[in-house]
């Protein structure tokens, strides 16, 4: 038998001397990471949908209010409504306001929005609002979740079914599992050469998106117009197919904007040479245009458009116009009357459009937008300034985000 070799002192001293140092490394990482600067307190019991109101109510008072400065519109997922305000989401229970669960981290928000049964929460680092975090709505527990470069201010927008990231020079289209399934723009270092066509100094303007395609207007230096481009998958989530639309005589300054995607059709608003909305179709073809009244309001443009059931709905700053929500065709606009001036876009409730107008909320009849009646509610001041106030439904709750503010109404 082979006699073991004898430790001496200093092969101790060298063994306590590693493990010390594995321990202060171990210490050292935990220290600097994610998980330490992650609060995550998930809800007592799962929440459950709410069904439906079965009518709208006659009388509407304030039932709570809540900041909520990371959200543009209400967020609703698995009845659950979630705000995000400062470096906190909540989940919070729709009839009360009261959180029923908590997430948050050691840095600011970018945004909140939601997808499927997620709520989707972004917060920057050192390559721009680029980690995303979801949060299951229902139980407070967390889900898939993704790192990217993007830019240090973007806009985020949901359909339910996918997620879109837009800022400035890059944006990004997640599933609800937060792969990716286009990018579209520069990184600080790119792995392969730039296929998708943007570059030094173009801007995107606006954008918007379906499960199939992303549509966006963009300006570029040396260019006085701006550009169209419509993106849809390509063999690669970061090499989109795409088709560029030439905007002449409508400059970025006027105020142009992608107002919504249905499948493969694009909703867009043109200022010039008189202010319209058109609808083009996958291959860059107008399959219609319909005239605006008037400039539309640049309050909060991202805020300004809702789907509501089939519909899809633009406020234009005074009034309301609505489409179908599949091949975006016009079906009416809900215009002010008298003292009733609309103050955002709409949502529906028992088969009714509801608005937001001066003073209350203005009923209307979904199949061609007449008023029925007004249901007063006091805001308290709020009306102006807000810029937009943009209503979802929870329920027979009617949920308004006024500026930084979440508002349910009961």
Same mark, same amino acid.
């Given at each position: 038998?082979?006699?073991?070799?004898? /430790?001496?002192?200093?092969?101790?001293?060298?063994?306590?001397?590693?493990?010390?140092?594995?321990?202060?490394?171990?210490?050292?990482?935990?220290?600097?990471?994610?998980?330490?600067?992650?609060?995550?307190?998930?809800?007592?019991?799962?929440?459950?949908?709410?069904?439906?109101?079965?009518?709208?109510?006659?009388?509407?008072?304030?039932?709570?209010?809540? *900041?909520?400065?990371?959200?543009?519109?209400?967020?609703?997922?698995?009845?659950?409504? !979630?705000?995000?305000?400062?470096?906190?989401?909540?989940?919070?229970?729709?009839?009360?306001?009261?959180?029923?669960?908590?997430?948050?981290?050691?840095? #600011?928000?970018?945004?909140?929005?939601?997808?499927?049964?997620?709520?989707?929460?972004?917060?920057?680092?050192?390559?721009?609002?680029?980690?995303?975090?979801?949060?299951?709505?229902?139980?407070?527990?967390?889900?898939?979740?993704?790192?990217?470069?993007?830019?240090?201010?973007?806009?985020?927008?949901?359909?339910?079914?996918?997620?879109?990231?837009?800022?400035?020079?890059?944006?990004?289209?997640?599933?609800?599992?937060?792969?990716? @399934?286009?990018?579209?723009?520069?990184?600080?270092?790119?792995?392969?050469?730039?296929?998708?066509?943007?570059?030094?100094?173009?801007?995107?303007?606006?954008?918007?998106?379906?499960?199939?395609?992303?549509?966006?207007?963009?300006?570029?230096?040396?260019?006085?117009?701006?550009?169209?481009?419509?993106?849809?998958?390509?063999?690669? #989530?970061?090499?989109?197919?795409? /088709?560029?639309? *030439?905007?002449?005589?409508? *400059?970025?300054?006027?105020?142009?904007? !992608? =107002?919504?995607?249905? #499948?493969?059709?694009?909703? !867009?608003?043109?200022?010039?040479?008189?202010? /319209?909305?058109?609808? !083009?179709?996958?291959?860059?073809?107008?399959?219609?245009?319909?005239?605006?009244?008037?400039?539309?309001?640049?309050?909060?443009?991202?805020?300004?458009?809702?789907?509501?059931?089939?519909?899809?709905?633009?406020?234009?700053?005074?009034?309301?116009?609505?489409?179908?929500?599949?091949? =975006?065709?016009?079906?009416?606009?809900?215009?002010?009357?008298?003292?009733?001036?609309?103050?955002?876009?709409?949502?529906?409730?028992?088969?009714?459009?509801?608005?937001?107008?001066?003073?209350?909320?203005?009923?209307?009849?979904?199949?061609?937008?007449? =008023?029925?009646?007004?249901?007063?509610?006091?805001?308290?001041?709020?009306?102006?300034? @807000?810029?937009?106030?943009?209503?979802?439904? @929870?329920?027979?709750?009617?949920?308004?985000?006024?500026?930084?503010?979440?508002?349910? =109404?009961?």
């Amino acid at each position: 038998m082979v006699r073991p070799e004898r /430790r001496t002192r200093g092969d101790i001293v060298a063994a306590v001397a590693i493990i010390a140092i594995v321990a202060v490394a171990a210490v050292a990482i935990w220290w600097t990471s994610d998980a330490r600067a992650t609060l995550s307190q998930p809800a007592a019991t799962p929440s459950t949908s709410v069904p439906p109101a079965g009518e709208v109510p006659d009388e509407l008072r304030e039932l709570w209010a809540a *900041p909520s400065a990371a959200t543009t519109m209400p967020v609703v997922a698995s009845g659950t409504v !979630v705000t995000g305000d400062g470096r906190t989401v909540h989940g919070r229970n729709p009839d009360t306001g009261e959180p029923v669960w908590t997430y948050a981290r050691d840095l #600011d928000l970018c945004g909140v929005t939601w997808i499927y049964q997620y709520a989707v929460a972004v917060y920057p680092d050192v390559r721009g609002c680029g980690q995303v975090s979801t949060i299951d709505a229902s139980t407070g527990r967390r889900g898939p979740s993704r790192t990217g470069y993007a830019d240090k201010r973007v806009e985020l927008s949901s359909d339910g079914t996918v997620a879109l990231a837009t800022g400035a020079t890059r944006l990004e289209l997640w599933r609800s599992d937060m792969v990716r @399934v286009i990018g579209y723009g520069e990184v600080d270092a790119r792995v392969k050469p730039n296929h998708t066509g943007v570059g030094k100094g173009c801007t995107i303007l606006s954008a918007a998106a379906s499960p199939s395609a992303v549509s966006l207007l963009q300006t570029c230096a040396g260019e006085a117009d701006v550009r169209l481009t419509l993106l849809r998958p390509g063999k690669d #989530d970061d090499e989109p197919e795409l /088709r560029d639309i *030439p905007q002449a005589g409508v *400059p970025s300054s006027a105020g142009p904007r !992608v =107002l919504a995607v249905s #499948d493969t059709n694009t909703a !867009v608003y043109l200022p010039t040479p008189k202010p /319209r909305v058109s609808v !083009v179709n996958d291959v860059g073809t107008e399959t219609s245009s319909t005239p605006v009244s008037a400039p539309p309001s640049m309050a909060d443009p991202e805020s300004s458009v809702t789907r509501a059931g089939s519909l899809v709905t633009w406020w234009t700053g005074r009034s309301v116009m609505v489409f179908n929500s599949d091949k =975006l065709t016009h079906k009416y606009t809900v215009n002010a009357e008298e003292n009733i001036v609309p103050l955002g876009p709409a949502t529906i409730m028992a088969d009714k459009l509801l608005i937001p107008v001066t003073g209350g909320v203005g009923v209307y009849d979904v199949s061609d937008g007449h =008023l029925e009646r007004v249901i007063d509610v006091e805001r308290r001041g709020m009306e102006s300034g @807000v810029g937009v106030i943009v209503p979802t439904v @929870v329920g027979a709750t009617l949920l308004e985000q006024r500026g930084r503010t979440l508002v349910a =109404l009961g």
